[in-house]
């Protein structure tokens, strides 16, 4: 095989959408795709790989042209291909992306996408629009924000009426029961699992904040927060709101796989807000928040558990500093729910 390949352009408006919202068809949250009427020429289940697709001009299998995503045979019978995604994390959905990059005379014309809200596989009934039958265009995004969000455990993507779709991106938030959960239970109160979501950045040049927050430790380096060589004064940071407003007793910070590149050193304000500060605001507003954790020393490629924190009492956002630059792998901020 030809170790050619080109790299599909990236989404601007996604990029902003990560801002506030969470990609809940990431594998790492558990979701899957569960089920398809046709996957002959490329599996279901690249449709959402986390990684941009990609193609290889001069590679091709059993099956015909391999392509980076999902793709069905020419239909010739009646009807249309689909396929089902259960979500690993109940979600509100905010925005799709039907990402058809490198798809070209094999497209769909046309997509929808249907929500179900089952703990079980939905029934025929249990299915409402989420994405109206829209038309699409080939090798590129096609990003449907949804009008009236609701919580999701379940997606169904028609294509109408056969092709492929390279990713499908779901942007959102995580809907956490927190009934069944006792007060004084510690949990990561930053967890992506938990609701948490960064809010801001000034920096996230290799790597996105909303990776920190993920499950599990970091594969590899690139799943973590990394920023760009800093040039000038100053440092890094980024703003993250808790899934829900809790007292941080202890934390957790992980700089694995960065040992060239680890930030010197990190500290940690927090506060109680009603409101998220404006994006315009966040820099400035945040930099004045009580400190929770002082600047510490880091090393490269540690899991350093911090078991001092100020008593700052319940809190629902925090500032991580990074002194000057470099990359986070997972940050963990455990603690108890406020009442």
């Known amino acids: ?23 809940l068809a990431h594998p790492r949250l558990g979701t899957e795709v569960t089920f398809a009427t046709d996957d002959f020429f490329a599996d279901k289940s690249r449709m959402i790989d ?18 980076d995503g999902w793709e069905s045979r020419r239909k010739r019978v009646p009807g249309h291909d689909w396929a089902v995604i259960r979500l690993g994390r109940r979600g509100m959905v905010h925005a799709v992306d039907i990402d ?3 798809f070209t005379g094999n497209f769909p014309p046309e997509a929808m996408v249907e929500a179900a809200d089952t703990a079980d596989e939905p029934g025929d009934g249990d299915w409402r629009p989420l994405v109206p039958r829209s038309p699409l265009q080939g090798n590129g995004h096609n990003l449907f924000r949804v009008e009236a969000p ?6 169904r993507l028609h294509i109408h009426p056969d092709g492929g779709v390279a990713r499908l991106r779901v942007f959102g ?5 927190w009934s069944g959960m006792a007060a004084d239970e510690e949990i990561d109160l930053a967890a992506q699992i938990s609701g948490g979501v ?25 799943d973590g927060w990394e920023t760009a060589r800093r040039r000038r004064p100053g440092n890094d940071w980024s703003v993250l709101k808790l899934g829900t407003a809790g007292t941080i007793r202890h934390l ?31 820099d400035e507003v945040s930099a004045r928040w009580p400190v929770l954790v002082p600047e510490t020393k880091l090393e490269a490629d540690e899991e350093r558990r911090i078991d001092h924190v100020e008593a700052l009492g319940p809190v629902t956002h925090v500032r991580l500093d990074i002194f000057p630059d470099g990359g986070v792998s997972r940050l963990r901020l455990f603690g108890q729910r406020a009442p």
Not at 50 to 67: C, N, Q, T
Not at 198 to 215: E, F, V
């Open 150 to 155: 609701s919580p999701a455990r379940w997606l």
């Open 198 to 222: 960064p809010l801001g950045w000034n920096d996230a040049h290799y790597g996105h904040p909303a990776n920190m927050l993920a499950p599990g430790r970091a594969p590899v380096m690139a």
């Open 1 to 23: 095989m030809s170790d050619r390949f080109i790299a599909a352009q990236p989404l601007p408006e996604a990029d902003a959408l990560l801002q506030r919202f969470v990609d």
């Open 100 to 102: 058809t990059s490198f």
């Open 173 to 177: 938030t995580i809907q956490v029961d």
């Open 50 to 67: 986390p990684a941009p697709p990609v193609f290889y001009p001069d590679r091709f299998d059993d099956h015909g042209k391999w392509m």
């Open 252 to 282: 957790l910070i992980d700089t694995r796989h960065f040992k060239g590149n680890y930030p010197d050193r990190f500290s940690l304000r927090a506060a109680r807000l009603e409101f998220d500060p404006a994006a315009s605001e966040l």
